[in-house]
């Protein structure tokens, strides 16, 4: 018999079990199931809309295989067991095929809110997504059940038959009550599964699991959803009826039980330290404001695993840092070269270089891995060339690695982690944000910038000669300001434009620019005032100028570079590189919404 000191280690534990006794380490602790479907949660809340819906119409059509198994079995047997035998198989195909479930997301992104790592819109953004492919693929699979000849004539109206059990003969408040004991029946099969170490237990409790469904005369709402389009097709129901009749109160049986008898319950189970152990340790949380109102409150999502960890730099005080996201660091020099030359402009100044290695949603991301430290290594010899770029300015240089799946939305994180004085960022063809979007268009157009930011468009970069059309306001500030620098540090002409909406007002416009351009330290700027169409203006002006430096609209220039709409009209009609200044400004939501400062 083994002693104590024999039995069997876990990291993940805090203390050793005993080998003997009624507590054996055999299986996972509660907190270790835990983690598993956190960690597992943490790479589906971020997944694209995409694949949740397809994942999810692919989890519709196999619960139409259930629906249609059930019916036929049914048209042949009184025995309601022989008849339930081929229940489950279709949620056997979304367990084992990894398809998307809506009740089986009661609980995984559910998990994440509990431990403030998502928030409520990231969680509603995924239910929805879910549960309309669920319904896709439900709604498509009654009508071919119902307009093809799949069903035998027995089989079709068992089918109709065990419709209308739920739809016409249960009522309101039963089907929550049946529908709530079956969400905690799949909720409960996903915490079970977590805490399976092989998979013939995994298919046999799968399998268990959702037979007790049919057997307790229990509803599941993609079910229903299947059923009530069958009987519409049928005739023997009106949609709109069915829907609130049948679907809703089942939908949000399924919800509530799912998510308060199973996930609430055993979250509260768990200890305190669920997650601060092993490799868990350090994980950053949301605030409550941001748990309910995600984005709008500041963040709407935080990686379990923390990518950006490390990019903060302690920068000497009162030095100028100048944060330089690269995506491709062959075809980048001349992006941070223009940043080194920003940052020579002042007395002492830092430029740090932040790699985003964007990889494929699925790869693990753990620092310990053979592919994470190749990554690396590779980011470093593609690196070595910006770093040749550097040194041929008197500035101080720090450089750091990201490997993410998730890309611009590190880079906002990394910078808001490293507080720098201003993000010079590249756009345009080849950057990995250049299509992206972190969230949600609503999410982007209410986000906050962490600090002053330049886009710029390296084609062919010339600060040799800078306009900067403005109209006052925060944004023009920052553009002037790179104008300034851009003088002091190489000698570049600037020249201000003003556009008035006619020529009777061009004197006043002229009086305003050169009364704005005094406290920005340009009076001895080229002053250019023209009339009429802005755009047209701006590129009539361009045509002898080696940079252009626009502020941003009332809106704010990411969002607008995320939708590809950013100043991409005035960006394709001048012949010269095009530089994007925004400047961090508290804007209500209703503000942003409207364009209006």
């Avoid at 007002?505 to 080229?526: F, K, V, Y």
Wanted: proline share 4%; net charge negative; aromatic share 8%.
């Amino acid at each position: 018999m083994s002693g104590p000191e024999d039995a069997p280690s876990d990291g993940a534990s805090d203390a050793v079990a005993p080998s003997t006794g009624s507590v054996v380490r055999d299986r996972f602790s509660s907190d270790e199931v835990f983690q598993r479907i956190v960690a597992d949660a943490d790479h589906e809340i971020t997944s694209g809309a995409r694949e949740l819906f397809f994942a999810g119409v692919a989890g519709g059509l196999a619960i139409s295989v259930t629906f249609l198994l059930y019916a036929s079995m049914s048209a042949q047997t009184d025995n309601p067991l022989l008849a339930a035998l081929l229940y489950p198989l279709g949620f056997l195909y979304i367990i084992v095929g990894g398809y998307q479930l809506y009740t089986e997301n009661t609980l995984p992104p559910v998990a994440l809110v509990l431990e403030r790592l998502a928030s409520v819109p990231a969680l509603l953004r995924h239910w929805s997504i879910v549960f309309a492919g669920n319904a896709a693929g439900g709604v498509f699979g009654g009508l071919v059940l119902a307009w093809t000849g799949v069903f035998e004539p027995a089989a079709a109206a068992e089918a109709i038959a065990i419709s209308e059990k739920g739809a016409l003969h249960t009522g309101w408040w039963d089907l929550f009550v049946k529908g709530a004991f079956a969400g905690l029946i799949v909720a409960g099969v996903v915490w079970v599964e977590f805490a399976a170490t092989d998979t013939i237990s995994r298919v046999v409790m799968v399998y268990l699991a959702f037979l007790a469904i049919p057997m307790g005369n229990l509803f599941h709402s993609v079910v229903s959803v299947t059923e009530t389009v069958y009987l519409v097709a049928e005739g023997n129901l009106a949609l709109v009826p069915g829907l609130y009749e049948f679907v809703l109160p089942v939908f949000l049986g399924n919800t509530v039980g799912g998510v308060v008898l199973v996930t609430i319950v055993n979250y509260y189970q768990t200890s305190d330290r669920r997650l601060e152990i092993d490799r868990f340790e350090g994980v950053r949380r949301l605030s409550l404001p941001e748990v309910l109102l995600g984005r709008v409150a500041g963040r709407s999502y935080v990686p379990l695993f923390d990518s950006v960890d490390g990019v903060d730099l302690e920068v000497e005080e009162g030095a100028y840092h100048v944060f330089v996201p690269i995506s491709n660091p062959r075809l980048e020099s001349e992006l941070v070269s223009f940043a080194c030359t920003l940052a020579s402009a002042q007395e002492n100044a830092t430029v740090q270089t932040v790699h985003v290695v964007q990889t494929p949603e699925r790869m693990d991301l753990d620092r310990d891995s053979g592919q994470y430290r190749r990554i690396l290594r590779e980011s470093e010899r593609l690196m070595a060339g910006v770093r040749e770029t550097v040194d041929e300015h008197d500035v101080d240089y720090h450089h750091s690695t990201i490997v993410s799946n998730r890309s611009v939305e590190d880079v906002f994180d990394a910078a808001a982690q490293a507080d720098p004085d201003l993000v010079v960022m590249g756009w345009g063809e080849g950057q990995h944000w250049d299509a992206a979007r972190a969230e949600g268009p609503l999410d982007q157009l209410v986000g906050r910038l962490p600090c002053d930011f330049l886009l710029v468009d390296p084609r062919d970069l010339d600060p040799s000669r800078v306009l900067v059309p403005t109209k006052g306001g925060p944004d023009s500030a920052l553009a002037a300001a790179v104008a300034r620098d851009l003088r002091t540090a190489v000698g570049a002409e600037v020249v201000l434009l003003q556009v008035a909406r006619d020529p009777t007002g061009e004197e006043a416009a002229e009086t305003d620019l050169r009364r704005w351009a005094a406290e920005q330290d340009l009076a001895d700027a080229e002053i250019l005032v023209e009339s009429g169409d802005i755009e047209d203006a701006i590129v009539r002006s361009a045509d002898d100028c080696t940079l252009l430096v626009l502020g941003a609209t009332e809106q704010g220039l990411l969002v607008r570079l995320f939708r590809r709409t950013l100043h991409r009209d005035v960006a394709d009609r001048v012949a010269c590189s095009v530089a994007l200044a925004e400047r961090p400004v508290d804007r209500s939501l209703l503000q942003r919404l409207l364009g209006r400062s």
